[in-house]
Each structure stands twice: as C-alpha cells, then as structure tokens.
C-alpha cells in the first residue's frame, strides 16, 4: 500500500476497541434504575359510617309531629276524629259517647299503662284500659268538662301522649278535636 492507493484507509484497531470501551465505561457509571416499590395491598373501600338517629330535642315541644293527619267523622254514638296515615288503620281516636257525656282518647296498642299527657300549659298522667275491640287499642275516659281536653286543644303547636314501653305521639292540636269535643258538649 502506498501513499497513494485512493481507498480510505480503517482506522487502527486499538482506537476502534478504544471507543467501545469508552461507551461501555461511560454505561456503567450510570446508576441502575430504582426498583418499582410493590403494589399496594388493595383493599376494599371503607364503609361510610352509618347515619346517626337525629338525637330527640330534650325539649318536648320540639319534637317533631308523628306523621299523620287528624279525620273528622260521624258514626251512631257520636263525632270522632282518628288521627293516623290516610290508609291504614289510626294511631289515636279521639270521641265523644254522648250517651256518657264523655270523650274517649284511644291510641293503638295493647300496653294498658297510664299515658302521661304533655300540653304547652299542663302535664297530667292519666290511667288507661284496654278496649277490647278487634284492633288492641287502650284508652283513658276524661268528663267533658275536663279541663285537660282545654289544654290540649288550645296546646301551642303539639300536644304529646306518652307511655312507658311505646314512642311518644306527638300530635297537633287542629280543629277536629275541638269539634268533637264541642259536640260532646253541646
């Protein structure tokens, strides 16, 4: 070969290994990639707590109304006025016996404790009865002329009826009670 042969000419082989051992130096000089951290332990979503009863207001007359509505009505022994959901059968009867010149106050179930009776003007507890009709219902019997109908027609906003062993009835006091209570007087 001389100086003069037109063929590029390769470079020498110890500047060819040079350069791959630089490439190969300069590669392991480079940290290794960080391992991936395992994956988390999946776990099923947590149960959102379950929702607290509203707490009762301590005060009686902020309780809120039992759900119903008061019914007037007619039958053969006097006015009544039943207080419950349109269908179904009514948590409290309010009616008059002419013949007795009494109002009855019956409420669905068959505990024949006394019912304690809440108005924004009096508290009295009253003794009770079974009814003994189909439906269990007790009831308390109160003269006309008992001061204690007065105040629960006239009770600000709710009246309540009470009894050991059963939710209290809150009640408002509206114009069917009045009216069964006037007709037992008149």
């Keep these: 070969m001389t100086d003069t042969d037109p063929r590029p000419t390769a470079p020498a082989p110890s500047l060819h290994r040079g350069w791959w051992a630089l490439v190969l130096a300069t590669a392991a000089c480079v940290p290794p990639a960080p391992p991936q951290p395992a994956p988390a332990p999946t776990m099923p979503a947590p149960r959102p707590p379950a929702p607290r009863p509203t707490p009762t207001p301590a005060n009686w007359q902020e309780w809120p109304w039992t759900p119903g509505t008061w019914r007037y009505a007619q039958d053969p022994r006097g006015s009544r006025a039943s207080f419950g959901a349109a269908s179904g ?5 309010w009616r008059c016996d002419r013949a007795q010149r009494a109002i009855i106050l019956s409420r669905a179930g068959a505990v024949a404790a006394p019912f304690t009776i809440r108005t924004s003007a009096t508290t009295r507890t009253v003794a009770t009865q079974r009814t003994g009709g189909a439906l269990p219902y007790v009831a308390a019997r109160f003269a006309v002329d008992d001061r204690l109908l ?25 114009a069917e009670i009045a009216r069964v209570t006037e007709d037992c007087r008149g």
């Design 89 to 93: 059968d009514p948590l409290v009867v």
């Design 150 to 174: 007065d105040a629960m027609i006239f009770s600000r906003g709710r009246f309540t009826i009470e009894q050991p062993g059963t939710a209290p009835l809150v009640l408002p006091p509206w």
